[in-house]
């Protein structure tokens, strides 16, 4: 009878500290969206998919300015801006634009902050395992099994809470990793910063396909 107590005891023990990591986690990873709601950040990236197969693409580097579920990206031959609905995508070689109206599948292959608020909402939060001594991960799981993700994981220096990278599981086993440099808030940014100005580019080419 004492046994069976004491095991009783033990797994109650350790619910009591899952529910408070769980709390914990869910509080970090508000905290971060709420600064990205009010404030605008600017990061280095490097994004890399990894096929189920293990084939890993080439990273693509970059800079890009993010606010709420807004962004504007750059890279050598490409500069893209989202402004929470429609993306023009701008590629230099061709002096064209693309113009769309992404899925968060398509926004995640860019941007996977954009997807962290929804996904949020319709997720089991909690901290994970990492390596190194001054990060913290924390995993968001799915509720439902119908979801077209299987895991998002976000990584944060412990100290200043600033994302190191953000993980994304597709139910392909397809896997998109972003890492993020020199992450800080910026200030004076205006809407029209995530959106395309036909103005700045002559003779441009327009391919609308919303």
């Known amino acids: 009878m004492r046994l069976r107590l004491s095991i009783i005891l033990y797994i109650f023990s350790i619910l009591g500290i899952s529910a ?9 990873i508000n905290k971060l969206l709420a600064s990205i ?8 990236f490097q994004l890399s998919v990894t096929e189920k197969n293990g084939v890993t693409s080439q990273p693509i580097s970059g800079t890009f300015v993010m606010k709420a579920n807004k962004f504007t990206i750059e890279m050598d031959e490409t500069k893209a801006w989202f402004d ?3 993306q023009w995508t701008y590629l230099k070689s061709d002096n064209e634009v693309t113009i769309t109206e ?8 860019i941007n996977p902050m954009a997807i962290l608020a929804s996904f949020k909402a319709k997720s089991w939060i909690r901290f994970g395992k990492t390596k190194s ?36 599981t597709d139910k392909k086993k397809t896997v998109t990793l972003l890492k993020l440099t020199t992450y800080k808030n910026i200030v004076n940014v205006t809407d029209d910063t995530f959106t395309f100005k036909k103005i700045n580019y002559k003779n441009i080419q327009i391919n609308d396909l919303r």
């Open 20 to 28: 408070q990591n769980n709390t914990d986690a869910e509080r970090v």
């Open 37 to 44: 709601r009010t404030t605008a950040v600017k990061t280095n």
């Open 84 to 86: 929470g609905k429609t």
């Open 102 to 109: 992404p899925t968060a599948e398509e926004l995640a292959q």
């Open 133 to 168: 001594a001054n990060s913290e991960l924390i995993e968001l799981t799915p509720k439902s099994k119908k979801d077209e993700f299987l895991k998002v994981e976000v990584q944060l220096h412990k100290t200043t809470k600033t994302p190191e990278f953000i993980r994304l």
